[in-house]
């Protein structure tokens, strides 16, 4: 990792200012461009507003944090110290979206006179703040004062659970003004349609030993939302699959007293097209723990469950059995696929050491190592904690490269603490982990890089019973939960219709859109662990889109966003090695775009190219294929159907 940090006095000086006035003490901090400031205010209470471009972005907005014992940090408040630092420095992930990431903010401390301090950092495109404290012992925390006090009355992109529970993360997104969201519990990503021009999307990030955060709206001076998060349970009852919450204590988490709270971040985007390409989150995360990395592996996965084990034209009875995963492990094999999913029924769901009696996991396991092919084995996540040293173990043994968690379902301190603590406990046994039943991602990834892939999205299973999953839900995604880091949406279906012919079917399930947007999400969808859902016979009589399919990469090095509109249509190119993909979505409008190439370097290229066939609007599997030559001032003129998709793999000439 290569570092540049910058903290001679006059550049500090550039950036931070304080002033005094009769009221208190004002703190300005400046972002490294100079077009974000935050101003933070001390008068007994604390608070920041913000600003881009001299234009008010967020009013004052309180932050405090309330413990059990009475202790009240942010209020009363008397600043003893002040520090500050400026920080450009590149960070190379070990696998993401770019090789190369650039770390460059500005940052001020304040420390008070009470155990606690405040960290602002200011980057050109967001404003993150967090809360760290220095008290004795264990604490619990009652109470974490989050605020987001707008101007006026603005326009959000929100998750609409409408549901009691404390997880919404699988919903459909919502469009309209934070004074009339009736939801109590907003999860989080919350995308604000800010007034200024300006996309403001909310979450938070390096979430540990602490409850997630949800948003409501706020009452009082301004229009704003608040912050709000689950208690810590006392009393719980599985019900089946979950593990409900009957009764909760009156502390949101009980925890050390000396440690760093999660960031809360702002991220802010000019352009729509600007959120397709933004790391904050991972930025913010805590480094890497791991030492030895040499084992985790992205890749494509075979996936049995949404296809419901079905093969077309085999002379076996298919089914959770051996022939079947064998199929599919030969399958995986041929196209160079390296991973294939046992998913529920392979095991008893609250044991993992009853084994389906027509399953031999280790001669499976055998067979696929073979193949050059790893199983991944899907749990209840209560199951799997409550047997996990013996669990793992064996897994290690059977030679098994990751575990597929399910079922959480909530997000207070609890089971937050139940990621971190498989996350290391997986790592110890060279698995890697993919999240079902989540919460919105936080960074975990960048501390454990065996935590490979999470849900925690309304995603493609759903097609199987309801018609919410749509292209218009698709592509409110990429700019919202996709922000927060990666999403298993599961793509990759072959039967694919228009709006008025779609069907919700459990067992041979279809998605709506074009075939050519199904195949966008490839690109578009930053997915390492990334789905193959439909069945390998529907694949196998599609031997094109197979071929094009297999060699796709699940990590990139570099990402270009060129175009998109929250809600509307997208396109990202991204890089691996020196091969271009493109990815273009679009709603149930049908679009015309064009597609600037600029982004590529010197000399000729040959495009593949893959779009909506002319009758795609009626006929969702068509499309057409060709080939052209290219170069970087090629703009390609490309149409996408209702529910359509455009994809081009772009290779140096040879």
């Known amino acids: 990792m290569k570092h540049v940090v910058l903290t001679a006095f006059c550049i500090i000086a550039l950036s931070i200012s304080q002033q005094s006035y009769a009221a208190g003490k004002q703190y300005e901090l400046y972002s490294p461009d100079r077009h974000v400031k935050v101003t933070v205010t001390v008068n007994g209470d604390v608070t920041y507003q913000v600003s881009v471009d001299g234009k008010a972005l967020l009013k004052p907005s309180p932050i405090s944090m309330t413990f059990e014992n009475g202790d009240v940090l942010g209020m009363n408040a008397s600043v003893s110290k002040r520090s500050t630092r400026s920080v450009n420095t590149t960070v190379k992930p070990l696998y993401g979206f770019n090789d190369n990431v650039n770390d460059h903010f500005n940052e001020l401390t304040l420390r008070f006179k009470k155990p606690f301090s405040i960290v602002f950092r200011v980057y050109n495109n967001g404003v993150a703040y967090r809360i760290e404290t220095r008290m004795q012992g264990n604490v619990k925390v009652k109470h974490e004062q989050v605020a987001y006090n707008f101007p006026k009355d603005e326009k959000a992109w929100y998750l609409d659970p409408k549901s009691p529970r404390w997880h919404g993360y699988e919903s459909t997104y919502s469009y309209g003004y934070i004074s009339k969201i009736d939801s109590i519990k907003v999860p989080l990503p919350m995308l604000i349609d800010h007034s200024s021009g300006i996309k403001v999307l909310l979450t938070e990030a390096d979430l540990h030993d602490y409850p997630g955060l949800y948003l409501e709206p706020g009452h009082g001076e301004y229009y704003g939302m608040k912050g709000i998060m689950p208690a810590y349970p006392s009393k719980e009852k599985q019900n089946r699959l979950d593990i409900n919450v009957l009764e909760r204590t009156d502390y949101i988490a009980q925890t050390e007293g000396t440690r760093t709270f999660p960031w809360r971040l702002m991220i802010l985007a000019r352009q729509d097209k600007d959120l397709l390409n933004n790391e904050l989150v991972y930025l913010l995360a805590t480094p890497n723990k791991l030492q030895d990395t040499s084992w985790i592996k992205p890749g494509l996965v075979s996936w049995d469950w949404w296809n419901d084990w079905n093969l077309e034209g085999v002379d076996f009875k298919t089914g959770i059995n051996m022939d079947t995963y064998k199929y599919y492990i030969d399958f995986a094999s041929k196209n160079g696929i390296p991973y294939i999913i046992l998913d529920e029924g392979w095991s008893n769901d609250f044991d993992l050491f009853d084994v389906n009696?027509?399953?031999?996991?280790?001669?499976?396991?055998?067979?696929?190592?073979?193949?050059?092919?790893?199983?991944?084995?899907?749990?209840?996540?209560?199951?799997?904690?409550?047997?996990?040293?013996?669990?793992?173990?064996?897994?290690?043994?059977?030679?098994?490269?990751?575990?597929?968690?399910?079922?959480?379902?909530?997000?207070?301190?609890?089971?937050?603490?139940?990621?971190?603590?498989?996350?290391?406990?997986a790592a110890e046994h060279h698995l890697m982990v993919d999240f079902h039943g989540a919460f919105k991602p936080t960074g975990l990834s960048r501390t454990y890089p065996n935590i490979i892939n999470r849900e925690g999205v309304f995603g493609m299973e759903n097609d199987k019973w309801t018609d919410a999953e749509d292209p218009f839900h698709e592509v409110i995604l990429a700019f919202t939960r996709m922000v927060a880091g990666a999403m298993d949406y599961t793509p990759g279906a072959m039967r694919n219709y228009n709006k008025n012919d779609f069907r919700p079917l459990h067992s041979r399930p279809e998605s709506q859109g074009t075939r050519c947007h199904q195949l966008a999400m490839y690109v578009d969808y930053y997915a390492p662990l990334q789905m193959l859902s439909d069945a390998p016979t529907a694949y196998q009589k599609e031997p094109v889109i197979m071929n094009l399919l297999s060699g796709m990469p699940t990590t990139w090095d570099q990402t270009v966003a060129l175009d998109g509109k929250v809600g509307d249509y997208l396109m990202i190119a991204r890089r691996k090695g020196d091969t271009w993909y493109i990815g273009g979505m679009t709603n149930w409008t049908p679009r015309d775009l064009s597609v600037d190439l600029s982004f590529l370097g010197s000399g000729n290229y040959n495009a593949d190219i893959y779009s909506d066939a002319i009758n795609s609007n009626r006929i969702g599997s068509d499309y057409n294929r060709n080939n052209q030559r290219v170069t970087s001032s090629t703009k390609l003129k490309i149409h996408m159907a209702p529910g359509g998709g455009w994809v081009a793999v772009i290779k140096p000439a040879q």
């Open 357 to 425: 009696k027509n399953l031999d996991i280790a001669k499976l396991a055998e067979y696929g190592k073979e193949k050059n092919v790893g199983l991944i084995l899907w749990c209840v996540w209560h199951t799997l904690d409550s047997q996990r040293d013996k669990a793992l173990a064996q897994f290690e043994k059977w030679g098994i490269a990751g575990v597929k968690v399910d079922f959480m379902d909530r997000d207070d301190q609890k089971v937050v603490d139940f990621y971190t603590r498989l996350a290391k406990a």
